[in-house]
């Protein structure tokens, strides 16, 4: 929320999603801060991602991450991501080659600086157009039928095979990332 409170464009409202014990301390530093009218902390919605679709960009400022799922999401929706480059997660899904981010932009765990830089990316139009494309292109590798085929692979399934799996997977995650 520091980091938001010195991004250079005075215009760009700030959006959390989802419910948690921390709520109260940051809506109190918001005021603190003087956000307070430019953050919204919705809680928990149904769908999410009519939220997400309209956002300039996502951001990901954990600490910690295992697999980051509304990252992906996020991508999968054209969004440009920013996320620190917690232990694991955020790195292998940006940068997953040679460790050069690729599909978004990763900054240090909690450096405000950085993030703050990153979120002034975000104001030029085509560098956020860049990144969209770039998220949008990478996140194709965690679709269920790319990822049903890269399983059946090492464990020696035939393609026939992997191919029956992935249109029954399609099918019946309906709604899911590959619906539409």
Request: glycine share 10%; proline share 6%.
């Amino acid at each position: 929320m520091r980091a938001f409170a010195a991004h250079a464009e005075p215009r760009r409202h700030l959006v959390m999603l989802g419910e948690g014990s921390e709520r109260g301390r940051l809506t109190a530093l918001a005021e603190e801060i003087g956000i307070g009218d430019r953050v919204h902390l919705p809680g928990h919605l149904e769908n999410p991602h009519a939220v997400v679709a309209r956002a300039d960009g996502y951001i990901s400022a954990s600490r910690s991450e295992g697999f980051p799922n509304a990252m992906i999401e996020a991508m999968a929706l054209g969004r440009p991501v920013i996320a620190t480059d917690c232990r694991s997660g955020p790195r292998e899904i940006l940068a997953p080659q040679d460790g050069k981010p690729e599909a978004g932009l990763l900054v240090p765990v909690n450096d405000i600086a950085a993030l703050t830089a990153a979120m002034d990316l975000f104001d030029d139009e085509g560098s956020r157009a860049d990144l969209s494309r770039r998220a949008a292109r990478r996140v194709e590798v965690f679709r269920s039928a790319c990822v049903v085929a890269d399983y059946a692979e090492i464990l020696g399934c035939g393609s026939s095979r992997a191919a029956r799996m992935s249109a029954k997977w399609s099918v019946s995650s309906a709604g899911g990332p590959d619906a539409g």
